[in-house]
């Protein structure tokens, strides 16, 4: 009897990660008694702990030959089925669940082998029974929150991990699961929370502090999760996963020199890890560094295969081809989004047009932001004159696109979904280049009835549009946008009044009056842009909108910027400016550096200020 309570004492040692004095505990019993079975079995479960599965598979099974207890047989089934033994695996945890059904431990470790042999829903009632057996023990509902969330069942799991915290609010393994669920399921900013917790009582984890740092990452929460990332870095500086992601968050913070030097090492430390390197190549094609860029990206292609990584891959290296003007190879290679985002409802299962000419309907449809269904637009009446075209656009844009000539063409039908099954084919609107063989960008200026055009020689105010902000969603946006107190040298100029063209005005605004835009669609939109002098925007829709109304625009344009306003898109003229190959009217003004905050904006506004000056004294002089 004193020996199974030091038997006992042994293996809650263990359970305490002390497995050293266990061993000793152990050792001692069986100097007196070599043919103890409970202390063999307790030595099966060190050897397990310190992933000595074979040893804890001979020591575990001599247990079983003395004393057949059910959980000797759950220990033999779970070292042999680490040993990839899976039958005998299953029929020694079986004997377990035969010989104690109740034993919510011997229906977990079925699970375990079941869910090894693809068994999955098996294994799912396996764990679900245990739940039965012991549903106030905290420890069942988190096994099974974390098969679920294994498998995909990710709603499941977010349902069983809240149970599970809530028999213990404090439990930090608990605390963890939960965030990693939520986090899984794209719910970030209900994850946060828990990672924090985590992370305040476990300072010096650097993967708490990994964790809680890709969870700011994701809600935006740059500035913190850049603190947090460095603090983890810092205590584990090869974690490849936590230097990817305080790369990222430096990139989107415009710190693109840090973010390539962290990206780099997240690679050095991860060598074939295609993800890694898409990162760390994006980063090099907006420091400019396009054939360093290029040759990662061919290389994930090469070593992925069919894989959505090399699908990336070939649609950036597409990227770089169309921001260097070479158009042919760049859209083939574009193409390969379409691997990485599913065409609409309307479009499944419709077969890709190839731009041969048929007398049956095809659907064409938009893709990505309502800028890029903008300025794809133009291909649509070249196609038209091969097919007759279904074209479905999104609804906010739909009223503008039906006051255009080319809703009027006779082969066009400006549709809804319900109308696709019409189609014998399907094309996205970006696809049109490459099926079409129309390389080269053009100019487009679409005949749009109902819009007032501004009148310049009948005023002396320059009415001037701002849209400072684009969406907040996109995960570079920080870059991409401007703090709106920048335009604060426009307000000084004489003889200008503003109108806002932004749709969300929930931040913050420019510091001088300035207009709302009113409610409506894209139609609305352009209706008051028709009106304008001039448009000042950041790289979002309304740059393509004022495109296509001949609206003179200046693009302030992020450094490392989008493929549509860089060299191969545009033209410098002899006096620097520098002007859209697919708007004329767009002037794109580039940030000359990256880095962080307002800094890299002032130059562009300086820039601006100058030019409105200018068509501020011309318009003056225009008017008697």
């Known amino acids: 009897m004193q020996m199974d309570t030091q038997v006992e004492s042994a293996l809650v040692l263990l359970a305490h990660g002390n497995a050293e004095q266990a061993l000793r505990v152990l050792q001692n019993c069986l100097q007196q008694n070599p043919q103890h079975a409970g202390a063999l079995h307790g030595m099966a479960c060190i050897a397990r702990a310190g992933g000595d599965n074979r040893a804890a598979v001979a020591l575990a099974a001599k247990a079983v030959q003395l004393q057949a207890e059910p959980h000797f047989h759950i220990t033999l089934g779970l070292a042999l089925l680490a040993e990839g033994q899976m039958e005998a695996a299953r029929a020694a945890i079986h004997v377990a669940v035969l010989a104690s059904p109740r034993d919510p431990r011997a229906h977990d470790a079925m699970a375990s082998v ?85 992370a305040v009582e476990l300072p010096t984890s650097a993967p708490a502090l990994a964790n809680h740092g890709a969870a700011l990452f994701a809600t935006c929460s740059y500035e913190e999760a850049r603190d947090v990332l460095v603090k983890s870095a810092q205590l584990d500086p090869k974690a490849a996963e936590t230097r990817s992601n305080l790369g990222l968050v430096q990139m989107a913070l415009g710190h693109l020199q840090e973010a390539a030097k962290e990206l780099q090492a997240a690679c050095a430390l991860q060598q074939n890890d295609t993800r890694l390197m898409l990162n760390y190549a994006t980063v090099l094609a907006d420091l400019g560094k396009r054939a360093q860029a290029e040759a990662l990206f061919c290389k994930v292609e090469k070593q992925a295969g069919n894989s959505t990584d090399a699908a990336r891959a070939r649609m950036n290296r597409g990227v770089l081809y169309l921001a260097e003007g070479r158009f042919a190879e760049g859209w083939k290679l574009f193409d ?190 352009a209706r008051v842009m028709a009106g304008l002098d001039v448009v000042i925007t950041v790289d979002t829709m309304i740059a393509h909108l004022g495109g296509l109304l001949g609206v003179p625009v200046l693009l302030l344009d992020r450094f490392g910027g989008d493929w549509r306003w860089a060299a191969g898109s545009t033209m410098t003229q002899p006096d620097g400016e520098v002007r859209s190959l697919w708007y004329p009217s767009v002037r794109v003004i580039r940030q000359p550096q990256t880095g962080e905050g307002d800094a890299p904006w002032l130059p562009c506004i300086v820039t601006v200020v100058q030019i409105l000056q200018k068509m501020a004294e011309k318009r003056t002089d225009m008017v008697p």
């Open 336 to 525: 390969a989004r379409q691997h990485l985002v599913a065409p609409p409802a309307c479009a499944a299962g419709l077969p890709q047009w190839d731009g041969a000419p048929q007398e049956k309907p095809v659907l064409l449809y938009a893709e990505q932001g309502l800028g890029d269904v903008l300025q794809f637009l133009r291909y649509v009446s070249p196609a038209a004159q091969r097919v007759p075209v279904l074209l479905y656009v999104p609804q906010s844009i739909r009223s503008f696109v039906l006051q255009m000539e080319l809703a009027r063409l006779p082969h066009v039908t400006i549709c809804t979904s319900q109308h696709a099954p019409k189609a014998v084919a399907a094309c996205g609107l970006m696809s049109l280049p490459d099926v079409l063989g129309m390389e080269a960008p053009f100019a487009w200026w679409p005949d749009i009835t109902g819009l007032q055009k501004a009148d310049p020689g009948k005023k002396t105010v320059l009415r001037i549009g701002l849209c400072w902000a684009g969406s907040s969603t996109y995960q570079f946006d920080r870059r991409r946008s401007l703090n709106p107190q920048l335009l604060e040298p426009l307000g000084r100029l004489d003889n200008v009044e503003f109108q806002s063209l932004q749709k969300h005005t929930e931040g913050q605004q420019p510091p001088f009056p300035i207009e709302k835009l009113p409610q409506g669609d894209v139609l609305e939109t």
């Open 114 to 198: 079941l869910e090894a042999q693809q068994r999955i829903a098996e294994a799912e009632r396996a764990l679900r029974t245990a739940i039965k057996l012991r549903p106030l023990e905290q420890e069942r509902h988190l096994a099974l929150a974390a098969f679920l969330s294994r498998h995909g069942q990710l709603e499941k799991a977010i349902e069983v991990s809240g149970k599970a915290l809530q028999l213990d609010t404090q439990n930090l393994f608990a605390q963890n699961l939960r965030g990693m669920i939520l986090h899984g399921a794209g719910k970030s900013a209900e994850a946060e929370p828990y990672f924090r917790a985590v």
